[in-house]
């Protein structure tokens, strides 16, 4: 019933992940928060006994988001958005599985991406993606998908694989799931939609300038120049300085700022 679908993550290179692995595992594993993962639905949902993040208050929970989106926003991030309700909406009658135009927006940032950073890329970029049990018209699409776009598109597109994000060495999936969490809150927050005089959608997209929070700013930080670019404005920057008590959110802002 969303209004928007999103497919995102982080990208580097095979031999930058360990080094991911160290951080994120000294952070969870801090006496500070003393857990064994993150997942950002359980996290929201901490006032439910089962969650391992049961009583936290509000301080300690944006400080374990920074520490990790601090880690996290060192790492460039792709992502797709698609407008499911203005589809339904143009599209009416159409059996197509709409969650297929999520994955060539994903692919298409990717590769847009991947031709500004690594210009010189020749080899195959593989993909690992969060284990979703239970729905195999979302599997069967990507699938589809990622075998017409290396067909037709960029034939760098290399294996897909599913992972269990709380198993080592998959812990960048837990990255994914905190850049995704809020990028959809984002863009289905903001969505515009324009209609004509009949009512009809005649032109959809997502708005995510309107950058108020310090975390989506720490996670986007190193987003690549075609891509949406978090802006230091001097609102956000004075809303950031009231984040002080967050140590992590202060060093990435300082530095982001700097460069």
Known sequence: DSRVAVVGGYMARCGEWPVFCNAWREVL??????VSYFHYRELANNKNKTSIYYGWNTDKILNFLFDLAEIAGRYIPVGGFYNLEAHAEINKGDKRYPYSF????????????????YPNLKGDVDLFFDQKKGDTNWQASLFEMARDYREHKDN?????????KKKYPHWPLQAADLYA????????????????????????NKELVNLKEALDYVLLRNTHPFGFFPILTPELLQDSLKAVKYPSAMRAITERAKS
């Open 29 to 34: 594993g801090s006496p500070q928060y003393a």
């Open 181 to 204: 969490y809020r990028m959809r809150k984002r863009s289905n927050e903001g969505l515009i939609t324009i209609r004509d005089e009949s009512g009809n959608i005649i032109y959809a």
């Open 102 to 117: 999520v994955f060539e927006k994903f692919f298409d940032d990717l590769f847009a991406a991947i031709n500004e950073h």
């Open 156 to 164: 760098r597109l290399g294996a897909l694989a599913f992972a269990d």
